[in-house]
């Protein structure tokens, strides 16, 4: 097992910790569901580096890398969504949640017709996932309604818009072969 694909596990591994730590009825268990979040989030930038600096790019890695993000956004928003207890919290957690099922279906379906490099990871993309977990940490680490926690607010509104730009972006790469096969 290489060690890009270690911090991976470490990464899926962190979920459920965030999940304990975040329900701990402690004044310290929010900051440290941030930190937990944000070493996971660097485990993300991290373990794709090291794969590519030391070639060790595996089927095992492509595979589990975008479910232990998926999984590890996902369960963050559900958390933040249950804090936050409004509308504005919810509308773009799931219009991230929402994108993040579209994009891996289309992936999966691109792949088994042998055109994955048509939506491969642009720009866009991975400007909204660096918006993306900075707006989650933040909106874990500050109390909803401070300062900090409206700024985390408003950059998940950032990346939603981002979110539903990549998503456009792919599927307009998609979009021949998904007409071609109607």
């Given at each position: 097992m290489s060690i890009p694909n270690i911090l991976?596990?470490?990464r899926i591994l962190f979920i459920p910790l965030l999940v304990v730590c975040f329900y701990l009825p402690?004044?310290?268990s929010l900051p440290l569901t941030a930190l937990l979040f944000a070493l996971a989030a660097i485990t993300d930038w991290f373990d794709g580096y090291l794969a590519r600096l030391w070639n060790q790019t595996t089927p095992f890695g492509a595979f589990l890398d975008?479910?232990?993000?998926k999984l590890m956004v996902a369960?963050?928003?559900g958390l933040l969504i249950e804090r936050y207890d409004s509308l504005w919290m919810t509308i773009p957690s799931l219009v991230i949640i929402g994108r993040e099922i579209v994009i891996s279906a289309l992936r999966e379906w691109m792949a088994e017709i042998g055109k994955r490099g048509s939506v491969a990871v642009s720009w866009v993309g991975k400007l909204k996932t660096a918006a993306q977990m900075l707006a989650l940490f933040?909106?874990?680490?500050f109390a909803p309604g401070s300062v900090g926690g409206d700024a985390g607010l408003a950059l998940l509104y950032i990346s939603a818009v981002l979110t539903l730009w990549s998503m456009i972006s792919y599927l307009r790469a998609a979009w021949p072969e998904l007409v071609?096969?109607?």
């Open positions: 991976t596990l470490i402690y004044a310290w975008p479910v232990a993000d369960v963050a928003l933040m909106l874990l680490f071609r096969s109607v």
